[in-house]
Antibody, heavy 119, light 110 residues
Framework: QLLESGGGLVQPGGSLRLSCVAS????????MIWVRQAPGKGLEWVSA????????YYRDSVKGRFTVSRDNSKYTLFLQMNSLRAEDTALYYC??????????????WGQGTMVTVSS | QPALTQPPSASGSPGQSVTISCTAT?????????VSWYQHHPGKAPKLMIF???KRPSGVPDRFSGSKSGYTASLTVSGLQAEDEGDYYC??????????FGGGTKLTVL
């Protein structure tokens, strides 16, 4: 199971920290990903991290603003989002990869947490 | 323009087959081996339907199949059922530092 939290309403330029708590699998064996869906739009990859928290990946539009991390001892994935913009408004999903550092397949997803950036 | 191009919509009657295409418009996806398909109902958790072009996870009906030709991948749903309605997204990874999704296809069962 994957359970996201931490979403909410924030003003432009503000910050939020999303969390995704995992259960039912050996968390540190698998890469994890954040994907978002803006209202009325399709799925968009945001960021990913390898099982050991060593390799981290970001889409260009969030580089320097978002930071992905994980606490394997607590089976938790994080996304620290700073300098938020209106275009970051979306439902944010976390998902589990199928291998330690491979981003081709995501076999289990959470229900998402909503982030709204507005003044 | 998304790096993966899908038709915005597809439809078919119950029992028919429908195929959704996914064409790469970027060279960032390597040999196009890591192609996945997801079924999504907005606000719900996406569900993996096909991975590595043509492999089916356990629990996914064998009515769902995947294939590719060059840099176009396809998802075929045979014997359409009402429960197959939803949005379908392809994704690809080129072994590099980014994941790309298609724009999504809304499948309607008439």
């Amino acid at each position: 199971q994957l359970l996201e939290s931490g979403g909410g309403l924030v003003q432009p330029g503000g910050s939020l920290r999303l969390s995704c708590v995992a259960s039912g699998f050996t968390f540190d064996n698998y890469a994890m990903i954040w994907v978002r869906q803006a209202p009325g739009k399709g799925l968009e990859w945001v960021s990913a991290v390898s099982g050991g928290n060593t390799n981290k990946y970001y889409r260009d539009s969030v580089k320097g603003r978002f930071t992905v991390s994980r606490d394997n001892s607590k089976y938790t994935l994080f996304l620290q989002m700073n300098s938020l913009r209106a275009e970051d408004t979306a439902l944010y999903y976390c998902a589990k990869g199928d291998y330690y550092d491979r981003l081709g397949t995501f076999d289990f997803w959470g229900q998402g947490t909503m982030v709204t950036v507005s003044s | 323009q998304p790096a993966l191009t899908q038709p915005p919509s597809a439809s078919g009657s119950p029992g028919q087959s429908v195929t959704i295409s996914c064409t790469a418009t970027t060279t960032d996806i390597g040999n196009f081996y890591y192609v996945s398909w997801y079924q999504h109902h907005p606000g719900k958790a996406p569900k993996l339907m096909i991975f590595e072009v043509s492999k089916r996870p356990s629990g996914v009906p064998d009515r769902f199949s995947g294939s590719k030709s060059g840099y176009t991948a396809s998802l075929t749903v045979s014997g359409l059922q009402a429960e197959d309605e939803g949005d379908y997204y392809c994704s690809a990874w080129g072994g590099n530092n980014k994941v790309v999704f298609g724009g999504g296809t809304k499948l309607t069962v008439l």
